[in-house]
């Protein structure tokens, strides 16, 4: 078996406020052994987005990854990720609505890029008659508040 990775260019990874390190780190290590550099637009909210990229600042200075790992805060238009010809792969884990997604995916396509949209979900649970109930309370309440109902 062989396998070997290709550079794509640049990669857009949007985060959103519920998850927003995980997602980025997912992305972001594959991008960079890729041999990529990535732009990441975590939602406006999240303060721990801005401690992370701070966190990675001396790494990246220490190994001359200059460039490398960027962060942007300004709230950039979904057109504007989705168009951009600079922009070779678009990472988005929450698309606002689906009509959205559809038409970020359409965009990239039309220029040859790539996408990595993830819908929604409304974190569904079936409890059977004979669950323990304690036991599903602590889940469920887990999945709608432990992760904000990011529960994939």
Same mark, same amino acid.
């Given at each position: 078996?062989?396998e070997?990775?290709?550079?794509?260019g640049? =990669?857009?990874?949007? $985060?959103?406020?519920?998850?927003?390190?995980?997602?980025?780190s997912?992305?972001?290590?594959? *991008?960079?052994?890729? %041999?990529?550099?990535?732009?990441?637009?975590?939602?406006?909210? $999240?303060?721990?987005?801005?401690?992370?990229?701070?966190?990675?600042?001396?790494?990246?200075?220490?190994?001359?990854?200059?460039?490398?790992? /960027?962060?942007?805060? *300004?709230?950039? /238009?979904? @057109? +504007?990720? @989705? /168009?951009?010809?600079? =922009?070779?792969s678009?990472?988005?884990?929450?698309?606002?609505?689906?009509?959205w997604?559809?038409?970020?995916?359409?965009?990239?396509?039309?220029?040859?890029?790539r996408?990595?949209l993830?819908?929604? %979900?409304?974190?569904?649970? #079936?409890?059977?008659?004979?669950?323990?109930?304690? #036991?599903?309370?602590? *889940?469920?309440?887990?999945?709608?508040?432990g $992760? +904000? %109902?990011?529960?994939?």
């Amino acid at each position: 078996m062989y396998e070997q990775w290709h550079p794509l260019g640049i =990669v857009s990874i949007v $985060t959103a406020f519920n998850f927003p390190v995980a997602v980025w780190s997912w992305n972001a290590m594959i *991008a960079t052994v890729c %041999g990529d550099v990535m732009v990441w637009k975590p939602s406006e909210v $999240t303060l721990t987005a801005i401690a992370v990229q701070r966190l990675i600042e001396p790494i990246v200075a220490k190994h001359d990854l200059a460039g490398v790992f /960027s962060m942007i805060k *300004a709230a950039a /238009s979904a @057109s +504007a990720r @989705s /168009s951009s010809t600079i =922009v070779a792969s678009l990472s988005c884990p929450r698309p606002a609505r689906v009509a959205w997604a559809v038409k970020s995916r359409q965009a990239v396509a039309a220029r040859l890029g790539r996408t990595l949209l993830e819908l929604r %979900g409304n974190n569904a649970l #079936l409890v059977m008659e004979d669950a323990d109930l304690d #036991l599903v309370l602590r *889940a469920v309440l887990f999945g709608a508040v432990g $992760t +904000a %109902g990011q529960r994939c």
